[in-house]
């Protein structure tokens, strides 16, 4: 009970600045504006095929069908998988990870991983915000514990705070979901969440993009992380905590 009564924070008559607003606002009118864009240039066909892939086996038919029209109408499909991408991140719909060999099935490694570094930024961005302005509760209530380990890490390693948001980013020392709702609650501030997330998903995403260019040899989602990968990514990790871990906490 006592971890419980430790969560608390600032509570101003609104918690967004102009700033957070304003960039809010743009991410939803972004989405808005995106898909009717792409509603209204594509041309008329049957989409059934156009769902959030929950298999490999739905991946696979998603990715034959964007193929053909990928080189014909890449600014509406680039739009819209942005969209999709930034919604799901959003609102934590479980998924992204199909989403993310997507983008190296259609569109390559290099472009793949940015179109995935920042459409994940942009949604982690809008979670940030929506958990701001009304997720407290929700969080408390679900993950007090994690959250009361969570505030107490990030009160410890303020003066290194980029250093621990990224190994947190970089390893699965805690879920990205509950990173995404509980920064804004432990005050971590938008510029240090913003940098870790940008940074922090690159070698994840470099791994999930490569893996989705030969997506007719993988079995399962599983075997993205074998056991070279997970040690890759826990040692930059630990590089990037280093400094954290050498400086003394403050008494």
């Not at 972004?30 to 156009?50: E, H, I, K, N, W």
């Not at 929506?130 to 009160?155: E, H, M, N, T, Y």
């Not at 509980?182 to 913003?194: T, W």
């Not at 997506?215 to 826990?234: C, H, K, P």
Request: glycine content about 8%.
């Amino acid at each position: 009970m006592e971890g419980r009564e430790e969560i608390k924070g600032s509570k101003p008559s609104f918690p967004l600045s102009f700033w957070e607003v304003t960039m809010a606002f743009t991410v939803v009118m972004g989405f808005v504006l995106g898909l009717g864009g792409v509603y209204l240039t594509m041309p008329a066909s049957d989409y059934s095929f156009l769902k959030l892939p929950r298999s490999l086996e739905d991946l696979h038919i998603l990715r034959d069908h964007l193929e053909i029209y990928t080189s014909d109408y890449t600014l509406q499909v680039l739009v819209g998988y942005c969209a999709v991408y930034i919604f799901m991140q959003t609102f934590m719909i479980p998924g992204t990870v199909f989403m993310s060999l997507l983008a190296g099935a259609l569109f390559g490694v290099l472009k793949g991983v940015a179109l995935v570094v920042i459409t994940a930024t942009a949604g982690a961005s809008s979670c940030y915000f929506l958990s701001k302005l009304v997720g407290r509760p929700l969080v408390i209530s679900l993950w007090p514990d994690k959250l009361s380990f969570f505030q107490a890490q990030v009160a410890q390693r303020r003066e290194s705070l980029l250093n621990y948001m990224l190994f947190l980013r970089l390893t699965p020392t805690l879920p990205n979901t509950f990173i995404n709702v509980a920064s804004p609650i432990v005050d971590v501030p938008y510029h240090i969440f913003f940098m870790a997330t940008f940074i922090g998903l690159i070698p994840a995403a470099f791994l999930t993009v490569r893996a989705g260019i030969a997506l007719g040899e993988l079995q399962s989602v599983g075997d993205l992380y074998n056991f070279n990968s997970i040690a890759t990514l826990f040692l930059i990790g630990v590089v990037s905590v280093t400094p954290t871990l050498m400086s003394k906490p403050k008494l």
